[in-house]
Each structure stands twice: as C-alpha cells, then as structure tokens.
C-alpha cells in the first residue's frame, strides 16, 4: 500500500465507512510509514475534538426574550410609521385648508368664471361660489379678531409685567423688614 492508498482509506476510516480488512492494511502502513502515522493521528485528535460536546447552551429564556425584542422592534415600526401618517395627514389638512383660504379670499372669482367656462351649471356654480364667499367672510372676521385679542392681550401683558414686579419689590422688602426685627428683637434678648 502507498500513502495516497493510506490517505484514502483514512478517509473512510474517518468516515466509519472502512471494512476489516482494509482496516488491517491501514494499520499496517501506519505502524511502517512515520508521516501517514502522524496525519492519522492528527486526523484522529480532530475527530475527538470535534466529537466532544462542547456546546455552549443558550440560556432558557433565550428564546422567549429574543421574540420579544423582535415584537418590540415591530411595535415601534408601527408607531414611527403611524405617527409619520398622521403627521402626514396633518400637513395635508393644513395645506388644504390654506389652499381653500388663498382660493376663497383671493380667487373666488376667478373660480367662478372658470366654473361658467367649463360649462358647470350656474346653480352649482353659484353654490361653490357662495361657499368660497361665506368661508372668505369668517377668515375675515377671524383675522380681525385676532388683531383685537392682540392689542388687549399687549395691554395685559404689560400689565401682567407691571404686578410681577410691584410683588418682587414687595417681597424684597418684607424680607428686610423681618430681618431688621428678628436683629432687634435678637439685640433685646442679649441685653436682658
């Protein structure tokens, strides 16, 4: 037998796939050739390596708490993905609602004209544009309400300012005022 035959029969050998007799040739070559010897027995302290057990467990709950982590992780997708659809859902109410304040202030009759052009009825015509015309009469009065509430508001602040600093000033000196007491009265006591 030559090596590249030993190495073969190592193979099966490791394999468990070696009959008797070849088994007996193997040892045979091995116990004569030094270098098939040693690959035998390196191979051989592989094999133990590998056989022992020396698997590391994971813990018993591993399982348990990695499925949490994952259900966590796809909770907050699902609210990051909710919060960005209502704050998408936000901005297009607030866009709209700016678009419908530009139109209704600014466009209602050019609105109009273009509703007659495309040949809409003039009865839903009219409504739309008595529509734009009513919510262009409250976004008026909205913003003349909010010019009044500024000016009072202004006035109270000022105000609102003006008490904060009449009790500041107030509670500095009843500050002084109890100190120069409790000295005088300090003062009385060590003189009796």
Not at 31 to 49: G, P, T
Not at 91 to 101: C, R, V
Not at 174 to 191: D, G, Q, R, V, Y
């Amino acid at each position: 037998m030559n090596c590249n035959q030993a190495y073969d029969y190592m193979m099966k050998y490791l394999d468990g796939e070696l009959n008797s007799s070849e088994h007996a040739k193997l040892i045979y070559h091995i116990n004569k050739c030094s270098k098939c010897c040693a690959e035998f027995q390196e191979y051989n302290s592989i094999i133990k390596v590998l056989e022992e057990n020396n698997e590391i467990e994971p813990p018993d709950d591993f399982e348990m708490a990695v499925m949490s982590k994952i259900e966590l992780t796809e909770a907050g997708s699902k609210l990051i993905r909710k919060k960005r659809l209502l704050t998408l859902c936000f901005l297009s109410a607030i866009f709209i609602l700016m678009g419908l304040t530009i139109c209704s202030v600014f466009l209602r009759d050019y609105i109009l004209e273009i509703m007659k052009y495309a040949g809409i009825p003039a009865g839903i015509a009219y409504k739309v544009y008595g529509m734009l015309c009513s919510f262009a009469y409250k976004v008026k009065i909205s913003v003349r309400l909010i010019y009044c509430f500024n000016s009072i508001f202004s006035d109270i602040y000022f105000i609102f300012v003006g008490l904060l600093v009449i009790a500041a000033i107030s509670k500095i000196y009843k500050t002084k005022e109890i100190e120069n007491k409790s000295n005088k009265s300090a003062h009385i006591l060590t003189n009796e």
